[in-house]
């Protein structure tokens, strides 16, 4: 089994930085067999959608929707099984929880940024941004 664990969320004005963390953690086979990670967020009422997602093997893909292009940067360190994702130029719609994902599988460019392809998720962290 594999936990993951995010930190760094907070509370920022518009045009502020975060920049959130997720370190995975579990017995040493179940951690080496992730192929593809992700930064999912959710807002209140709304479907939780991705924001940053990145192959752990190929090189580090990454993948971003238009909403954060330019502004998210998500990174990988691969000796400390963590990811990370650096949000800058915040603004008052980026507020959510945000929640790290990952999965077993290689990355399906296709599909990656849908929910039901990754099975290990952290508890999430909050991020606010006021105007």
């Known amino acids: 089994q594999v936990q993951l664990v995010e930190s760094g969320g907070g509370s920022v004005q518009t045009g502020g930085s975060l920049r959130l963390s997720c370190a995975a953690f579990?017995?040493?086979?179940?951690?080496?067999?992730?192929?593809?990670m992700g930064w999912f967020r959710q807002a209140p009422g709304k479907v939780r959608e991705d924001v940053a997602l990145?192959?752990?093997?190929?090189?580090?893909?990454?993948s971003y929707p238009d909403s954060v292009k330019g502004r998210f940067t998500i990174s990988k360190d691969n000796a400390k099984n963590t990811i990370y994702l650096q949000m800058n130029d915040l603004k008052p719609e980026d507020t959510g929880m945000y929640y790290c994902?990952?999965?077993?599988?290689?990355?399906?460019?296709?599909?990656?940024?849908?929910?039901?392809?990754?099975?290990?998720w952290g508890q999430g962290t909050r991020v606010t941004v006021s105007s």
């Open positions: 994902a990952a999965s077993p599988s290689a990355c399906a460019y296709s599909f990656w940024f849908q929910t039901s392809f990754y099975i290990y």
């Open positions: 990145i192959d752990i093997d190929s090189g580090g893909s990454t």
């Open positions: 579990g017995d040493t086979y179940s951690v080496s067999t992730i192929r593809c």
